[in-house]
């Protein structure tokens, strides 16, 4: 991503932010045994928040939004130009309040992620930080051009808190020295989380890694990047950017995850990219043929687009509790209906004009909703749904809490692109997934050369 490209994506983010409202009230959900994930509430500035693997995205603000997490989730919070990944853990509880500064995420006022970069600020965190201080911290970024003196100061981080996650900004020109001091890092980190590209991965130790976020950074993906990836330990959670769909097969078949998370794959014959064993399939390109994930009996969490065509299939879908959809509203209500257990529905339409059969759905605990036709939603009330998520502006969102009284309503953006992000929105904003890590590197650059 080029500067150019970068400033659009951010502006483009921006106006999203100024254009979006998030409300939400104050009822907790347990987070256990009982449910894949649990709703999580979030307070804070006015941030944006991306899941990249479920497609949900939202505000958060001072009244709050929520989030459908499981343990071990990732999220991209941005606020202007600044970006950070929350790693969720179930301990974290169903409460989150966050602090985003620049380079800095907090949460709950603990520190959890931190990015470290050549300037003078950075130094003097380095030099004062008291070990106390950093138990909750769970990511930290190494931006480019670190002076030599300071890994020393680095290396104490690690030992201080042995499993957090650490990234480099740029693997591709690094020299020997540079090389070995990385090797012993990664090694001392024990990481579970990897972001990065398929020209990164075999700088990493992967041994530990549970959620792996890859990127094709040129048209052929780097020579002996399975072989890294085969260090993965099975059942983790894997998203692809960029990769075909033969390649995407490769990773699924050597890895063996539970969560696979596609983006910018075309997929034409969905058995070349499953595996017996999944557990969540998130598909951000549209599908005309659904029918081999049926044969997945351990799936619990799906995401769809159908594309204009329709899709088939559709009969042999059972047994999900999350259900991210992209369709007509006959689909989407198709679904519903074979599937009694759903806990979290996110319904993205253009508009809804009738309500589907929800009164089946007893064990409902979340629901994100397109704009009604007419804005009605009184039928909701008999259902035993704490959280309702719609696209409407302040004004609209007042009327629907009246008719809702007993329900947790809160706003989830606005018009077409709602809650349950599209595949054109994600081409747009899945590269902020990586702006943390990158966000800065022509900065160094430019001050490097200059």
Known sequence: ???ALLALAISLTVVLLQSCEGIFSRKKLPLGKEFPFGMVEMYGDTLFAIHPGTQI?????????????????????????????LYYKAGDGTKLNLKLGPGRLWINGDLHSITLDSSAATASWLHSYRPDSLKALRMVVLGDYLPESWYPRIFELTRINPTVSIFRENFGKTDRKDEILLEG?????LPEVFVGTDQQVGYADLRTVRALYLSKQDSLPAKGYLDALSALPPGGRIWLDGFSEAEAGKIVQTVSPDELALENTVVRELGTILWPGLKSLLL???????????????????????????????ESIKGLHFLSIT????????????????????????????FPALTGLGGLRGIVLPPLAVQDYRPLDVLDVPYVGVPVKDSVLQIIRSQLPGKMVYAQGRDFWGACLGSAWMVLLLPLVLLFVYGKKWAYAREHQG
Request: hydrophobic share 40%; with cysteine; glycine share 12%.
């Open 57 to 85: 995205n939202t505000m958060i603000g001072p009244t709050g939004a929520a989030f459908p997490l499981y343990d071990g989730a990732l999220l991209t919070i941005i606020k202007g130009d600044s970006s950070a990944m």
């Open 327 to 354: 369709s007509d509203s006959a689909t989407a209500f198709s679904l519903l209906r074979q599937n009694p257990g759903l806990q979290f529905v996110c319904l993205s339409l253009d508009t809804l004009r009738a």
């Open 185 to 189: 890092l990664w090694k001392a980190s």
């Open 284 to 314: 951000s390109g549209p599908v005309s043929d659904i029918g081999p994930v049926g044969q997945l009996k351990s799936l619990e969490r799906l995401g769809i687009v159908v594309g204009e065509e329709g899709i088939r299939g559709m």
């Open 1 to 3: 991503m080029n500067p």
